[in-house]
């Protein structure tokens, strides 16, 4: 049950006759509200009241207008019952009217699915799979079929170079609490990361979709000087397809070069298995870590917190005393920042997003590539 609570009239807004009306009446205020904090979430299918008092309880003539999502409701009385029967946002507005004088309220809130309706811990299905050319693209990591091993368990898939991402979601929405909410494995160790820049976002239009606002979490890098956002790298189709060619890039601050094809990987590093099919193509936008300079053999080292496929000393820490979360990378949704990098306060969160956030290259190892181990929610 929320906390319910009182508004003084210092927090709303009246609507008054023009100053060319004379009146000889006291105008209608609304005196007190009672409901739910503004802003709250709710568990889907709950019910919240809100019924509000003016200064004429006993007065005829007061008409009583709701809107939930600019959809009117027949209720003409001061208190109403709303069902949160759908996913999403649910803005509501009331109007109380005397004569000629009117007075209003609003509120947002929110619902999330419930956690205690979870079946597991897992990711529990695979949005959208789209790596970037890489060594392991078109085989063993870096296909469809790979990409399926993370739902459900642990798996693996290669994101191939800079911007290849991942998106998925668990059977629950993902509850902002107190410290780690959720983790995300990856194949690092002592001496070798390859970190990935992980975003969320809440499904608020309730569709299920993907297709609402989403907020990169800011790690440890995300004020540095060397940090660039805003940034785009398009990968072009190479001559052919049949086996592996080095692949030509561009980036919108004027640099150019290829991802390399090396000796060991023969298949072509082109994605060949996008839902669009093979473009001529690709472009990949967000933030990039380390870009000091065009040069991809610069080689980025270990990061301190708030990267997927990244060793530091927090990576083996196991948490809520479940080992499934050994070698991972933990994240707090009260991480979030908007396009700006002004911090966003998330309750929930629907959705999630691990894109490679580095374009380097070592001779011997091949590029920097995130790779993605599975992923587990803290909030079940």
């Not at 090396?262 to 298949?267: D, L």
Request: net charge negative.
């Amino acid at each position: 049950m929320k906390k319910l609570f009182f508004i003084s009239l210092a927090a709303l807004t009246l609507v008054f006759c023009s100053k060319e009306e004379k009146v000889d009446k006291e105008p209608l205020k609304i005196i007190s509200i009672e409901a739910p904090e503004n802003g709250a979430y709710f568990q889907l299918g709950e019910s919240i009241e809100i019924s509000v008092e003016t200064n004429f309880p006993l007065a005829e003539n007061l008409r009583y207008e709701w809107r939930v999502n600019e959809t009117y409701l027949p209720e003409n009385s001061p208190n109403i019952k709303i069902n949160l029967s759908k996913r999403g946002e649910y803005h509501i507005i009331g109007y109380i009217t005397k004569g000629i004088f009117r007075d209003s309220l609003s509120f947002t809130y929110y619902t999330v699915d419930g956690a205690n309706k979870s079946k597991t811990k897992w990711i529990s299905e695979l949005l959208e799979y789209v790596p970037a050319p890489g060594q392991f693209i078109n085989k063993g990591l870096g296909n469809m079929a790979s990409a399926q091993t993370i739902v459900n368990q642990k798996g693996m898939i290669s994101l191939g170079g800079y911007g290849g991402y991942v998106t998925f979601k668990f059977d629950h929405s993902v509850i902002n609490g107190e410290g780690y909410d959720f983790v995300v494995l990856g194949n690092a160790f002592k001496g070798s990361s390859e970190p990935g820049i992980v975003m969320v976002s809440y499904d608020q239009n309730g569709n299920g979709v993907a297709d609402d606002p989403w907020y990169e979490l800011a790690g440890s890098e995300y004020h540095k000087e060397s940090t660039l956002k805003n940034y785009s790298l398009t990968y072009y189709k190479p001559t052919q397809t049949e086996k592996s060619e080095s692949i030509r890039w561009t980036d919108n601050q004027g640099a150019e070069g290829v991802a390399p094809a090396n000796p060991f990987h023969k298949q072509c590093y082109y994605p060949l298995f996008l839902p669009q099919g093979v473009p001529d193509m690709i472009t990949f936008s967000g933030t990039i870590l380390d870009y000091a300079s065009p040069d991809q053999k610069k080689w980025i080292g270990e990061l301190d917190w708030g990267y997927a496929d990244n060793y530091s000393p927090l990576y083996t820490m196991v948490v809520n005393e479940d080992n499934d979360t050994r070698n991972s990378n933990k994240f707090d949704i009260n991480w979030a920042v908007d396009s700006n990098g002004k911090p966003v306060k998330l309750y929930a969160i629907d959705f999630i997003k691990v894109y490679t956030g580095v374009n380097q290259h070592h001779d011997a190892f091949g590029e920097k590539s995130t790779e993605v181990c599975g992923a587990i929610s803290l909030r079940r």
